[in-house]
C-alpha cells in the first residue's frame, strides 16, 4: 500500500522540533531517508556529508541497498540512535575517533559556531515526516533498515556550469578548470604540482558518473513516498539529463498536486534549452510546486567577481520571470571575506531591485550561507576595524528585516517555509560570530587561512581571469595589509 505523502509541504520549523522530540534534540532524518547521487558516481545521505558511497563503476542503482545498508551507513544510524552523534556534535571536532563518527562534522561544527541547526539537518529531517517514525521502527539496532523508502533526493548528474565562483571547486563547474591554476593556489596546491595543467578544456573538466535513466526509473518506481527531488550542480538548467528526469515525471502526472516537488538551484543564466522556453514549458506546469533557489553574493563588479560569470541585467530578468511564472522562488546569498562588509548594500540591493518591485513580497525565500576556507567571513575578525564595521552592518541587516517582516506579516501563506527576512534571524548567526573576540591566529591548527595563501590565490585569480582586486574591493586594503605583512 502507497504511503500517504505529505501534501503541504514545505513545513514549518515546529515539524522539526516534534521530531527530535522524540528520538534526541541532534537527531537527523538524512541517513534514514535521504539520498544525495554525486556528479562522480558517489551516493550518501547529505550534501554536508563525508565521501559517499559507491554503487557501480558509473553510480547506478542496482545494488542501492548494499548503499543503503553498507557497514558504514549502518554505524552512523546505530551512532544517531544510541547517543554517539549528539555527543560528538558537542566534542572537540578535530579529534577524529573514527571516520563514520565524523561524517556529520560539517553540521556539528556549523551548529557549533552559529548555536543555529544546520539548514541541511532540518531540512532533511522535515521532509522525512511521514516516513521517519516507519523507518525507525524497521531499522536493527546495528543500524540496518529493513526496507527502503526514500522521501528526499538530492542529485548531481553532473558538473557542468558556465559560471566559476571564487567559492566553489572543480568538482562542480566545468567552467573552473579554465582557471584551474587559481583554484589549486587557493587550496594551498600550487607547489603541490597535483596538475599538470594550469587550465583544462571543458571537455577534460567535465565529470558525470550517474546513470541517469536507472536514477529516473528509481525515482518512479518509489514515486508514492518520494516528495522532494532537489537539482543541483553544477548548473542544473544546462544539464540534459535534468530536462530528460522533467519529461519522465510530467509523463506520470507527477507535476500535479501531490506529486513530486522540485527544487532546482540556479546562478540565473539559464532560460532556455534546446530553443525552448524552459519557464514555459517546464517550470510554470508545476505552478507553486517547483522551487528555484537563485544564488547571488553581490551586484556589479563586486558580484562579477565573486560570482565569474554573472551580470545583474539577466540575473533580475531571470528573476522576474521566474517570479511571474507562479513557481515559488527564494535568493541564496553566501556571505564570505569579500562581501561581508556590504551586506547592507546587498540588502538594500534585493529590496530595490527585487522585493519591493512585486506585488507580494512574502512569497520570496531569502537564505544566508556561509563560505569556508581562506575565503570566509570571519576571516575578517584578524583586523578588529573591518569587523566592527561588518557587525555594525549585519545589526544594520538585522534591524531593516525586523521592521519590513511586521511590515509585510501576513496568515494568508500558511505553510510556506520561508517569511520576508525572518525578522532578521538570518543575520544573527554571523553577528554573534564576530562579536566573539578570542580567535585562531593565521597558520594555527585548524585554521582556515594562511596570510601567504590568500596572497597568493587572490593573484593568481587576478592574472588568469584578468580582474582587479584592489580596485574592486578598496575597502579591504586593511585586511589585505595585514595578510602581506
Not at 506546469?285 to 541585467?313: C, L, N
Not at 553566501?334 to 547592507?344: A, G, P, R, W, Y
Not at 584578524?382 to 521592521?403: M, Q, T, W
Request: charged share 25%; hydrophobic share 30%.
Amino acid at each position: 500500500m502507497a504511503i500517504d505523502k505529505f501534501k503541504n509541504y514545505p513545513v514549518e520549523i515546529p515539524v522539526f522540533e516534534d521530531i527530535t522530540k522524540k528520538y534526541g534534540k541532534k537527531f537527523c532524518g538524512a541517513p534514514w531517508s535521504s539520498l544525495i547521487f554525486e556528479a562522480n558516481g558517489g551516493i550518501k545521505f547529505c550534501c554536508m556529508a563525508g565521501q559517499g558511497e559507491r554503487g557501480n563503476i558509473q553510480g547506478n542503482l542496482t545494488n542501492l541497498n548494499d548503499i543503503v545498508n553498507s557497514p558504514k551507513a549502518m554505524e552512523i544510524r546505530k551512532h544517531f540512535l544510541d547517543g554517539t552523534m549528539e555527543k560528538r556534535s558537542a566534542s572537540n571536532l578535530s579529534t577524529v575517533e573514527s571516520m563514520t563518527e565524523s561524517y556529520c562534522d560539517t553540521c556539528w561544527e556549523l551548529e557549533q559556531r552559529h548555536s543555529h541547526v544546520a539548514d541541511p539537518r532540518q531540512a532533511c529531517t522535515e521532509w522525512s515526516q511521514h516516513v521517519i517514525d516507519d523507518l525507525i521502527a524497521n531499522t536493527d539496532a546495528n543500524g540496518y533498515i529493513n526496507k527502503i523508502t526514500p522521501a528526499w533526493l538530492d542529485i548531481v548528474f553532473s558538473n557542468k556550469c558556465n559560471f566559476a565562483c571564487m567559492g566553489c571547486t572543480l568538482d562542480n563547474s566545468t567552467t573552473i578548470g579554465k582557471y584551474l591554476g587559481a583554484y589549486e593556489t587557493r587550496e594551498g596546491r600550487e607547489g603541490d604540482k597535483l596538475s599538470e595543467k594550469e587550465s583544462l578544456t571543458e571537455k577534460e573538466a567535465y565529470c558525470s558518473n550517474v546513470d541517469a535513466d536507472a536514477l529516473i526509473d528509481h525515482i518512479i518506481e518509489h514515486k508514492d513516498t518520494i516528495t522532494h527531488i532537489h537539482f543541483q550542480g553544477g548548473e542544473p538548467f544546462m544539464m540534459p539529463e535534468v530536462y530528460k528526469a522533467l519529461d519522465r515525471f510530467i509523463e506520470h502526472d507527477l507535476h500535479k498536486p501531490g506529486g513530486i516537488y522540485i527544487w532546482c538551484h540556479t546562478n540565473g543564466s539559464i532560460r532556455t534549452f534546446k530553443g525552448q522556453d524552459i519557464i514555459k514549458k517546464y517550470l510554470s506546469k508545476w505552478e507553486d510546486r517547483f522551487q528555484i533557489s537563485m544564488s547571488h553574493d553581490g551586484s556589479g563588479p563586486r558580484g562579477e567577481y565573486i560570482r565569474y560569470g554573472y551580470k545583474d541585467k539577466k540575473w533580475l530578468e531571470t528573476f522576474h520571470r521566474i517570479y511571474d511564472s507562479g513557481c515559488r522562488l527564494s535568493i541564496q546569498h553566501s556571505v564570505n571575506i569579500f562581501n561581508i562588509l556590504h551586506q547592507e548594500e546587498c540588502l538594500n540591493w534585493y529590496w530595490d531591485n527585487c522585493l519591493s518591485t512585486i506585488d507580494d513580497p512574502y512569497r520570496i525565500g531569502f537564505t544566508i550561507n556561509p563560505w569556508g576556507g581562506i575565503f570566509k567571513f570571519d576571516n575578517i575578525k584578524h583586523v578588529p576595524l573591518l569587523a566592527d564595521r561588518a557587525i555594525e552592518g549585519l545589526n544594520n541587516c538585522k534591524d531593516f528585516c525586523l521592521s519590513h517582516t511586521k511590515e509585510f506579516h501576513s496568515d494568508t501563506e500558511e505553510g510556506y517555509c520561508h517569511r520576508v527576512f525572518d525578522e532578521g534571524h538570518e543575520y544573527v548567526q554571523y553577528i554573534d560570530t564576530l562579536s566573539i573576540k578570542n580567535n585562531e591566529e593565521f597558520g594555527n591548527s585548524g585554521s582556515a587561512l594562511s596570510p601567504k595563501t590568500f596572497i597568493s590565490a587572490v593573484n593568481k585569480f587576478d592574472e588568469m581571469r584578468g580582474t582587479d582586486f584592489h580596485k574592486t574591493f578598496p575597502e579591504l586594503k586593511l585586511f589585505w595589509d595585514f595578510c602581506n605583512v
